[in-house]
């Protein structure tokens, strides 16, 4: 009986987490280190990075070309407002009760209260490399920089750059221009840009078949350099995070997609098994997008033109939780160094964290530099993220997960009015 692809990815995710995990319980039982670290270092490693590189060298083009298409198919510039509004709205909404989740349950548990200043100091000096490197790229958190960020003064350089949402801005704007100017030179345009898709879908098709090697390959890597017991001394702190991503997860969306956008929740999730899994082993949401869109179209029947609309700008603007993180990040940070913040200043936590996680990269990490400028904002040092660095790509894991379970959700409820229709149509 052949497996299906979620099925494999499974497989694969386990297998190679048994696997690494094994190694590293033999390397802390009297074996050779050395031939672990040449297998994770000379084979895994590179395999699953090659994966990684392979699926961001279509990240572009695929932004592009879909988001050109998607805008050019919904053909009416008020549907194409009416669907960014409702875009818009629930991505604010949801990203806010994240937020709020995760400030409710960092409020209760309070991790960071009492937390050993020696240990706190030694995290800090273990990490004092990574932590400067990292605040040295801080972005700025500024709205109105944000919002002229996204206009691009060369839509090339922007690509070059990796500026996702400049690039996808000016697709949007050559989409709105080919729906407004039908003559036969556009057309054929139109017909360019749908064939670069198409071809882009096709590679995507191609890749995708290599997931549950390349996630097997990634768990090995991470289970065998840290083990299982990857959490160490922040376990509290880390349980925080998973139990707000968890909550968010699998109590807000599946309510917001069964009661707003009417589709069964199990339905939802088992459609959405092997971008959820790719996104928790890749820790990339925009690594992620070909799958997502690939899930989207074939596993959750969603209409192409909004699904491709819809999940290629949520992948660089729809962070649930990347949101959720920072948030949460922050007030266990100014709990370590003894900062007792009020209902106000967490308020402006919220509102910082959702401006930020619209400009958070969609790449493992992405949101420490944001971490930081909040942190700087709170007059608190913004190299205290190097306390949490040891237990950061596990959480980056949990939280890209929760990132692209939140962007399909929010394309299932944009989709709902066309769905519906759809149906009707069809009975």
């Known amino acids: 009986m052949k497996l299906s692809l979620p099925a494999r ?96 349950v960092i409020n209760l548990v309070q991790p960071g209260v009492g937390f050993d200043p020696a240990i706190r100091d030694s995290l800090l000096a273990a990490n004092t490399q990574a932590a400067h490197e990292i605040t040295a790229t801080k972005p700025t958190l500024s709205g109105v920089q944000i919002i002229m960020g996204i206009v691009p ?23 709105i221009a080919l729906v407004l100017k039908q003559t036969p030179a556009t057309a054929t345009f139109k017909d360019t840009v749908q064939g670069l898709l198409d071809l882009v879908m096709k590679l995507m098709e191609l890749i995708i078949r290599l997931t549950p090697y390349a996630v097997a390959a990634l768990m090995f890597s991470l289970t065998a350099r840290f083990g299982t017991d990857i959490l160490g001394r922040l376990g509290v702190y880390a349980f925080c995070v998973v139990l707000a991503i968890a909550i968010h997860m699998f109590v807000v969306l599946p309510l917001w997609v069964r009661y707003v956008g009417g589709m069964n929740v199990l339905y939802f999730f088992r459609g959405s098994e092997a971008a959820i899994i790719t996104a928790f082993s890749t820790a990339s949401s925009t690594g992620t997008l070909p799958t997502t869109l690939k899930v989207a179209e074939e596993n959750l029947k969603l209409p192409p033109q909004i699904a491709r609309f819809v999940l290629t700008i949520g992948a660089s603007a729809n962070h649930h939780g990347t949101a959720l ?20 200043q967490q308020i402006i936590v919220l509102g910082l964290c959702i401006v930020g996680s619209i400009g958070t990269a969609g790449v493992p990490a992405g949101s420490l530099p944001v971490i930081a400028v909040i942190l700087g904002y709170l007059h608190l040092p913004p190299e205290g993220i190097g306390i949490i660095l040891g237990v950061d790509r596990f959480l980056d894991m949990c939280r890209t997960a929760l990132n692209v379970t939140g962007d399909l959700a929010t394309a299932v409820v944009v989709s709902k009015p066309e769905m519906a229709a759809r149906a009707a149509a069809g009975a």
């Open 9 to 104: 990815v499974l497989i694969g995710f386990v297998g190679g987490s048994v696997a690494g995990a094994a190694a590293f319980w033999w390397t802390q039982h009297g074996g050779e280190a050395g031939v672990v670290s040449v297998i994770v270092d000379s084979i895994a490693q590179p395999a699953g990075q090659l994966f990684l590189k392979f699926l961001k060298m279509l990240v572009l083009p695929l932004m592009f070309s879909a988001l050109v298409v998607g805008v050019t198919e919904i053909g009416d510039i008020a549907s194409l407002g009416r669907i960014g509004w409702r875009m818009l709205f629930y991505t604010a909404l949801l990203t806010s009760i994240a937020i709020g989740v995760g400030l409710l």
């Open 153 to 175: 003064d060369n839509p090339i350089k922007a690509a070059a750059n990796g500026d996702f949402l400049a690039v996808m801005f000016f697709a949007v704007m050559l989409g």
């Open 325 to 344: 993180f920072e948030g949460l990040t922050t007030l266990f940070l100014a709990q370590c160094f003894g900062v007792d913040l009020g209902i106000g």
